[in-house]
């Protein structure tokens, strides 16, 4: 795919965002991975640099990115609130003003949407959401890569069954299985499904690539003849308070050896990571053979870089892409 390239920043706050870039991504990310195995790093974006400012811990996002600016040739500066003027007061919009006059991306991990929305609207370089209370649009470029490299025959006609929480995680799962055509289910209680303004969002993108959304209450009912399984922890970033609650209402969304039995002999399990073992999924499970979830952790570095250098503007003197 030729992706045109235009001078006016593109963010990626949704993955409604990358809807047209999508396959494009999933293509390069996988390219990126095989070239980096044989020892290519892909370094097509010699001298940028981003800034990746993270309100929440994070192990693989904060990692993948800072690994993917050193692939690309260029370095990530890794800033916490408490060594930002942000963390004493200063304003998201000024933060954001004066970091475009240093970087050429600013990479945010944020408590609020609201707050990613502001420092998008006044940063002048690209915005990445890497996770706010909405969404986490990059987990998910990630997950259909790992899916995409084991059905050669693609999305279509391929069921992904989600069970437990329809968290931030989802809302964007949701959104991006429906663009590339394959179907989902959200096994997930009636009270902690997304927003009606997302399932639209991903019905009409399933309208346009002839896929289906739907939701179970019965994991057992929805996972029969799932291609793949994917869960999340019960209890995300910020829900602490509700933790004894949310542990009680999910009794029975459990990722376990018995209802995988329940799925195709050959679906695939995903998890984002991190997994609270012996809840949201089993030991057995995350260490068994149908795990995808140790590639689906790694394949986040080769999606960080696709995204990166899409949103990256090139230059004259930047090495092609192969
Ligand atoms: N899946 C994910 O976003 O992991 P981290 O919180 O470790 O970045």
């Known amino acids: 795919m030729k992706v045109s390239v235009t001078t006016q920043k593109r963010d990626l706050l949704s993955i409604a965002d990358v809807a047209d870039l999508l396959p494009h991504l999933l293509d390069r990310a996988g390219a990126m991975r095989a070239r980096r195995r044989s020892g290519d790093l892909g370094p097509t974006r010699p001298g940028r640099n981003a800034a990746l400012i993270f309100e929440k811990p994070s192990t693989r996002t904060r990692t993948s990115f800072e690994v993917a ?159 793949a399984l994917y869960t999340d922890v019960w209890v995300s970033m910020g829900d602490e308070a509700d933790q004894a609650r949310r542990e009680r209402d999910f009794q029975g969304y459990r990722i376990d050896e018995e209802l995988l039995r329940l799925a195709r002999s050959d679906a695939w399990v995903l998890h984002d990571l991190p997994a609270h073992r012996g809840l949201e999924i089993t030991d057995g499970v995350m260490d068994g053979p149908r795990a995808a979830i140790w590639d689906q952790a790694e394949n986040r570095l080769h999606a960080q870089k696709a995204i990166l250098e899409a949103l990256l503007p090139p230059r004259a003197g930047d090495p092609r892409p192969d």
């Open 69 to 227: 600016m050193h692939d690309l040739g260029g370095h990530g500066i890794y800033l916490s609130p408490k060594e930002l003027q942000l963390g004493r007061g200063e304003t998201i919009a000024d933060t954001a003003r004066v970091l475009s006059r240093y970087v050429d991306v600013i990479v945010y991990r944020a408590f609020r949407s609201t707050d990613m929305a502001e420092l998008a609207r006044y940063a002048t370089v690209p915005v990445i959401n890497a996770l706010d209370d909405r969404e986490h649009p990059c987990q998910i470029v990630a997950d259909l890569l790992t899916l995409k490299e084991r059905w050669s025959g693609g999305f279509q006609g391929r069921t992904l069954v989600y069970i437990g929480d329809g968290n931030n995680v989802f809302n964007s799962l949701v959104q991006g299985a429906a663009i590339v055509g394959l179907n989902i289910v959200g096994a997930i209680p009636e009270a902690y499904r997304p927003p009606a303004d997302l399932v639209e969002s991903a019905r009409r993108f399933a309208a346009r690539s002839g896929s289906t959304v739907r939701f179970e209450s019965d994991p057992k009912a929805a996972v029969r003849d799932a291609d």
